[in-house]
């Protein structure tokens, strides 16, 4: 028995003979229905490009207003970062830093590794932190929460909505976008397809 | 019992990070030969971490829902909220779409995820005969909304940036706020460190 012939489902252990479904074919465990395996097209090439216009997007989407707030002719800025800094600043420093990681950090950290790692790979370059880079990448993807971010955006504008005048910025443009990178990032990811390569250009790297 | 057809059975195990099969016991140290990270058949310690994590859990619920989360002062009269006063005050506006997204989001899904591990653990210890399907089922969707939770969080983050002109309207966070991310952060790590193939492991059949 060739090992390298089977592969076991993550989440109920169940050794299958390993399977090569085609581009936008879904491979499922038969017996838990875990989704196995889900190729897509030209993984690496859209990751790295997804990955560089995230990069672009990172600063705008974090420093220019995303919301801007008018009560009694003072008008108020709100930024990603200045909730945190806000939250931080009151005492709250436990709940700024969970927020400031869940909103800045790990989105910027995730763009940041897929780009290192797509484009190591698609330049063909071995680089010995690939390994630790797409590990980490697994590790943070839960902790990126853009989207909820957006939702705690739209149920806070509901809120003030009655109370306020509220003016939507170009930090918010920029956000929804690097949403959108991010989400078409998620589904790109071939995380096989990956690791593959990853071990190929390993090995090649040690010959 | 048949349960030959697992990896564990036939002696291998799956890296956790890279999905590499190894042997069990070929390697002095198991560590994988692909991405270099410590090999084990099943996640270390599994059952007690998740317990110890989801009753830390239960333990923070408990202040997350008592304590304001947020207090909202307009021209110097201060009104704290409770999570749930907030979302009867969003009912009492005539907001009910975003009260319910909130009811969601900040009381059932921590409940959901609180109560659905602990019959997890509960399944794994007293080795109840399940649809071990369906129960794989249930951890996937506790895994997935865990991280809806921080919607409030989120919210009140906003909120306290944006409106803080000082006496005349401003919102601060209350004690509430620590609690509460805390139970979704540990939460998180608890459906993290919980090992549904163990669901598998005490079916007989």
Known sequence: MKISNYLACPECDLLLQRVFPAVNEKAHCPRCHYLLHRPRIQSITRTFALSLAGLFLLLPANLLPIVSIKILENTHDGTLLSGSVTLFNEGMWAVAVVVFLASIFFPMLSIILSLLISGHLYFHRPNRYLSVWLRTLQHIDEWAMLEVYLLGIIVACVKLASMAELKFGLGLTAFVLLLWVALMLASNFDSVLFWQRIEQLNVHEKK | ?205
């Open chain 2, 1 to 205: 019992m048949k349960k030959n057809n697992t990896a564990l059975a036939q002696g291998l195990m799956r890296c956790h990070e890279c999905g590499k099969l190894a042997q069990i016991r070929s390697t002095a140290p198991p560590i994988c030969t692909r991405c270099g990270s410590h090999l084990h058949a099943r996640l270390p310690h599994s059952f007690q971490r998740t317990l110890a994590l989801l009753l830390s859990g239960f333990a923070l619920y408990i202040p997350a829902n008592l304590f304001p989360i947020m207090t909202v002062t307009k021209l110097g009269v201060g009104e704290p909220h409770t999570i749930l006063g907030g979302i009867v005050a969003l009912i009492h506006s005539d907001m009910l779409p975003i009260a319910m997204l909130v009811l969601v989001a900040s009381i059932l899904v921590p409940l959901l995820k609180l109560l659905g591990l602990s019959l997890l653990l509960l399944c794994v210890h007293f080795r109840w005969q399940v649809n071990a399907k369906l129960w794989t089922r249930l951890y996937r969707i506790i895994a997935f909304v865990g991280r809806w939770s921080m919607l409030d969080i989120f919210m009140i983050s906003i909120l306290v940036s944006l409106v803080n002109l000082g006496g005349v309207a401003q919102v601060i966070a209350g004690s509430a706020a620590t609690a509460f991310a805390a139970v979704v952060v540990l939460t998180m790590f608890a459906a993290k460190s919980f090992d549904p193939r163990l669901i598998w492991d005490v079916q007989n059949d």
